[in-house]
């Protein structure tokens, strides 16, 4: 979106703002009577802010827009007939059931797939508590008062309804969408103050005062400033509807205390000074204004322990999963290191393993070293050559296992090709002899007669005090022992010859 196009947003959303705020103090010095038409002038602009936002921000889900639009339009279509005859509370009842469906239009788009379950016992939850809360001071004295005329009663009801639905949406909505569009914080925003707006009214016994009109035009002019914002366009999902946020806890606890809460605070004056002589007022004797509340509690407490449980296996679940993972992925580490410390072909140690193992050798004290020995094959090339690599292979992983067999009190590594090195603590000469014979042992594999002889350097690492100088001392003992005809061992000498290299000597 470019600099421009921005500008001309923020001009849009502040001027619509700015006319709200005119037409609501025009309303403060007009008569109630006459604010009403402020108040229908406004719900028609906020219709028709819906309607431009829609044009200029093209959003994801339209038919949520479109359903608050004609809900405006009705809404300002009862203010301005102003009077209870049928045409204004159907334009009432239509009102109230278009902005609902569009609340629970909007749940659904932002609800995360597979977590409706999740979401409607949410909401669930808050039509009950509200309900719970609010029956005893505003809902119950309400409809007893209009019990005796059964259409304003009925349409008070169905309107209650929708009104409890419209909240719970709302509430779905702060937990289920993003909690950064400033589009949806707006509707959620004007929800709430409409529905503190028509409760007050319902109680109240007089036509809506200036502070009624003035709360219902914050409540459309919030609905007109969310379409007109930039954000209306997308209809992001926010946290997963199966964490335990902050906000969905604060909201467990509000439902849970808002039922003894509101029903001490209506039992207050009856404790003070105790019911009037004539009896209670209208609408607050009878079962119902207990029994019923007490059985809304009830099933807020049902429904949240069902939410808890819900939430409880999802973290077991999900204790269940990060503990296979971490199990999984330990054994990666082990294979990983495994990998990185042996030979793949043979299961020996590898080049890495010799290397730590001669380090930490020659680190010891002399005497406790122990000996190195560096041996290569001799006619290996000609077995792959003439019998092919998996005969080779096959005789690599044989004569490893051997070598392992023989030098059990050691470490064996395969450095590579068909050259082994072994560690052995002390007794290397024998060790090497017996490395030898196994080595030079008739075998048959893949059906054919294989016969190799080994050449072997043997080291003290008493002499040497890197891993390096061991590591070259031995190969100079091993290319001796190959020098001296083959399938025999050299034994390194730590003088110098006359020309500073060092020799090896001995037999084999």
């Not at 059964?150 to 993003?178: E, Q, S």
């Not at 925003?189 to 502070?211: G, K, M, N, Q």
Request: proline letters at 6%; charged letters at 15%.
């Amino acid at each position: 979106m470019s600099a421009g196009v921005r500008r001309l947003d923020r001009r849009l959303w502040y001027g619509f703002l700015l006319g709200g705020a005119a037409a609501a103090a025009v309303a403060l010095v007009l008569p109630a009577p006459a604010a009403r038409w402020a108040l229908a002038g406004v719900e028609v602009g906020a219709g028709l802010a819906v309607l431009a936002g829609i044009r200029r921000h093209r959003p994801e889900g339209a038919l949520f827009w479109r359903l608050l639009a004609g809900g405006l339009f009705l809404f300002a279509l009862t203010h301005l007939a102003g009077s209870h005859g049928p045409g204004s509370l159907l334009a009432l009842s239509g009102a109230f059931l278009l902005v609902t469906v569009a609340m629970l239009v909007r749940v659904r788009a932002c609800s995360r797939p597979g977590h409706h379950r999740a979401n409607v016992l949410d909401g669930a939850m808050v039509v009950l508590g509200v309900m719970a809360g609010t029956w005893p001071v505003v809902i119950g004295p309400v409809l007893a008062e209009r019990w005796n005329h059964p259409t304003p009663a009925a349409v008070f009801g169905f309107c209650t309804i929708l009104m409890l639905l419209r909240v719970a949406g709302a509430a779905v909505l702060l937990l289920a969408g993003d909690p950064r569009n400033r589009a949806h914080q707006l509707v959620v925003a004007s929800t709430f103050l409409l529905f503190a707006a028509d409760a007050t009214f319902a109680v109240s016994d007089r036509p809506p005062t200036v502070w009624h009109i003035l709360a219902w035009m914050a409540g459309h002019l919030m609905i007109g400033a969310a379409a007109l914002h930039p954000s209306m366009a997308r209809a992001e999902r926010g946290a997963d509807p199966e964490t335990l946020s902050r906000t969905r806890l604060g909201l467990f606890a509000v439902l849970t205390a808002f039922y003894p809460l509101m029903t001490g605070l209506n039992a207050l004056p009856r404790m003070a000074g105790g019911p009037p002589p004539d009896g209670p007022p209208p609408g607050e004797s009878g079962l119902h204004m207990f029994v019923l509340p007490m059985l809304l509690g009830v099933g807020v407490s049902v429904l949240l322990v069902l939410r808890m449980g819900m939430l409880g296996n999802l973290a077991q679940r999900r204790a269940r999963a990060l503990d296979a993972a971490l199990r999984e992925q330990e054994a990666l580490r082990a294979e990983l290191e495994h990998r990185a410390t042996h030979d793949p072909l043979t299961g020996l140690g590898n080049r890495a393993a010799l290397t730590e193992a001669l380090t930490v050798a020659v680190g010891r004290p002399p005497g406790a070293r122990g000996w190195l020995l560096l041996l290569d094959l001799d006619g290996f090339k000609e077995v792959n050559d003439t019998l092919g690599h998996p005969v080779g292979d096959e005789l690599l992983v044989a004569l490893g296992t051997e070598f392992r067999r023989l030098a059990a009190d050691g470490l064996v590594a395969r450095l590579g090709g068909d050259e082994f090195a072994v560690i052995v603590p002390g007794a290397a000469l024998d060790t090497a002899d017996t490395l030898l014979h196994a080595a030079a042992r008739d075998r048959t594999l893949g059906g054919h007669p294989v016969r190799v002889s080994a050449s072997i350097g043997v080291l003290a690492l008493d002499d040497v005090h890197t891993c390096a100088d061991a590591l070259r001392d031995a190969d100079v003992a091993l290319y001796a022992a190959k020098a001296a005809g083959r399938g025999c061992y050299r034994v390194h000498a730590p003088e110098s010859d006359r020309h500073g290299n060092r020799t090896a000597t001995g037999v084999g």
